[in-house]
């Protein structure tokens, strides 16, 4: 496994590893890496020849408010999981290198990266979208493997590769969930024993609400009554709601996706689930 810290050096082997027809599959993270991250590494195997992971705690995607210090950070760790998981080469670059001194250039998304963390997380997608650019461009790579667990994240993703004619494939894979339920976060790690009793609370009240919607419940008090049961199980839920799986408008009918973000002490837990 290469381990790669030099934009140069990405590239020299990112052109290697593809010759010869042999394609490269990228799994972009920000590391504290777990089970969750592995399964998509595992799924680029499946994707491509050759398999890149790049760990880079991203600066753009955090509101002045959020500590980014207090990211979880693993480096040991991870490059010893990626090398048991069979990874090829890791990028990690530092900060300079993604944002060298006079960088003056974003890339805006709007659409499905409207509300939800949209709007609690200011500027957090265009953050997003920016390092995913760079990280696609710098790789090379033939296709990038997302997880489910970000919904929104990985529809405002895809409608940048489409609206910019980036050419790649994303792929997505289904969130990676812990015995009892809770879908697996680098962030679940900063949850108290007894908040982490409580967490898997979130998926347990999603799954009802989707039943009870299935069963021909309305809509608005369906919804209405999970979020006070958050509550009372001692969540701050900052929102649930049904939407439209790709736009991530108002659900109808027909297939949709139940968004949930919710706080349990200082940690912020998101999930979703498919109508």
């Keep these: 496994m290469k381990i790669i810290r030099d934009l140069a050096a990405l590239r020299a082997t990112s052109a290697e590893s593809r010759q010869n027809g042999r394609r490269l599959a990228l799994v972009p993270t920000m590391g504290a890496l777990h089970a969750g991250h592995l399964a998509l590494v595992a799924a680029a195997r499946q994707a491509a020849e050759t ?26 760790g991870d490059l010893a999981k990626l090398s048991a998981a069979g990874c090829d080469l890791v990028w990690m ?37 920016t390092v995913c650019t760079k990280l696609f461009s710098q790789t090379g790579a033939d296709v990038a493997v997302f997880g489910e667990k970000d919904w929104q994240q ?50 347990r009240v999603m799954q009802s609400v989707l039943g009870a919607i299935r069963g021909g419940a309305p809509l608005a008090p369906t919804l209405a009554h999970g979020m006070a049961t958050l509550r009372e199980a001692g969540f701050a839920p900052d929102y649930l709601d049904l939407v439209q799986p790709e736009t991530l408008r108002p659900w109808e009918s027909g297939p949709g996706r139940l968004l949930a973000a919710a706080k349990l002490g200082d940690v912020r837990l998101l999930d979703n689930m498919a109508l």
């Design 154 to 203: 990985l529809q405002v993703v895809r409608r940048f590769v489409a609206d910019l004619d980036l050419p790649i494939r994303i792929q997505a894979h289904a969130t990676v969930r812990e015995a009892d339920g809770l879908a697996m976060s680098s962030r679940n790690v900063r949850l108290s024993e007894a908040e982490r009793a409580v967490a898997p609370t979130l998926p």
């Design 93 to 129: 670059p530092e900060v300079a290198t993604m944002y060298p001194d006079g960088a003056a250039t974003t890339v805006e998304v709007a659409g499905p990266a409207e509300g939800y963390e949209g709007s609690a997380r200011p500027g957090h997608f265009r953050g997003v979208a």
């Design 51 to 76: 398999v890149a992971v790049s760990i880079f705690v991203n600066p753009l995607q955090f509101l002045a408010s959020e500590d980014l210090s207090r990211y979880p950070r693993d480096e040991a």
